[in-house]
C-alpha cells in the first residue's frame, strides 16, 4: 500500500511539473495565475497522500494551511493584475460625502 | 490487502487519472476559459477523488473531519479563484476562441 501512495504522489508531483510548461509559454498573466491554483491543489493532494504514506500527521495540517495560501495567493494576483482606476475611491475622500451636513 | 484497501487503491488511482485530464487540459486547452474549466473540473474531483480514498484509510473521525475540510476548501478556494481569473481576463480584453 506504501508503494502504491509514494508512486502515486510522485505521478501527481510529475503533473505540478508538467504545468510549469504552462507557467513559461502562457501568453497571458492569467494562465499563469491559473497554474499557481493547479500548483495549490496539487500539492494539497501530494502532502494528503504522503501524510498517509509516511504516517506524519502533520502534513495534512500543511495541506490544509497550502489551500488557504492558494486562495489568498489568487486573490493578490488579482489585485496586483487590476488597474488602479478600478479601485473604488476611498470613503469620505470626495468632498461632501461626510454624514451630517446640512444642506 | 482487505477490501478497503482495495476501495482505497481505486479511488486514489481514479484520482491520479483526473489530476492527469487536468494537467492535459491546461497544456492543450487553446485559450485561458477553457483552461479554467479544465482546471477547476478536474481539480476538485481528482482531490475529491483522493481525499475520498485517503477517508477509508483514516484512523479516527477527526482526520475524516479534517480531510473533508481541506478538501471543501479547496472546492471554494478553487471556485471564487476561477471565477476572478476569468473576470480578470474579460477586464483584460481577452477574446474567447473560436473554432476556425
Do not use: C
Amino acid at each position: 500500500m506504501t508503494e502504491l501512495y509514494l508512486v502515486l504522489s510522485f505521478f501527481i508531483l510529475l503533473n505540478l511539473l508538467a504545468g510549469i510548461v504552462r507557467v513559461l509559454r502562457g501568453p497571458t498573466l492569467q494562465d499563469r495565475m491559473l497554474t499557481a491554483q493547479l500548483f495549490g491543489t496539487t500539492g494539497v493532494a501530494i502532502l494528503l497522500v504522503l501524510a498517509e504514506a509516511i504516517g506524519v500527521a502533520a502534513l495534512r495540517d500543511v495541506a490544509l494551511v497550502f489551500a488557504l495560501l492558494g486562495a489568498v495567493a489568487v486573490v493578490a494576483f488579482i489585485r496586483g493584475a487590476s488597474s488602479p482606476d478600478e479601485d473604488q475611491p476611498e470613503p469620505g475622500s470626495e468632498p461632501g460625502s461626510e454624514p451630517g451636513r446640512g444642506p | 490487502m482487505s477490501i478497503l484497501d482495495w476501495a482505497t487503491a481505486a479511488l486514489l488511482i481514479a484520482g491520479a487519472f483526473f489530476f492527469l485530464a487536468g494537467t492535459v487540459g491546461v497544456l492543450r486547452f487553446p485559450d485561458v476559459y477553457n483552461r479554467l474549466h479544465a482546471l477547476t473540473k478536474a481539480d476538485n474531483l481528482a482531490l475529491g477523488l483522493t481525499v475520498l480514498g485517503l477517508m477509508l484509510q483514516a484512523g479516527s473521525w477527526t482526520v475524516v473531519l479534517k480531510l473533508l475540510l481541506v478538501w471543501l476548501l479547496v472546492l471554494l478556494a478553487g471556485a471564487s479563484g476561477a471565477q476572478l481569473i476569468a473576470d480578470s481576463a474579460v477586464r483584460a480584453g481577452i477574446q474567447l476562441w473560436e473554432r476556425r
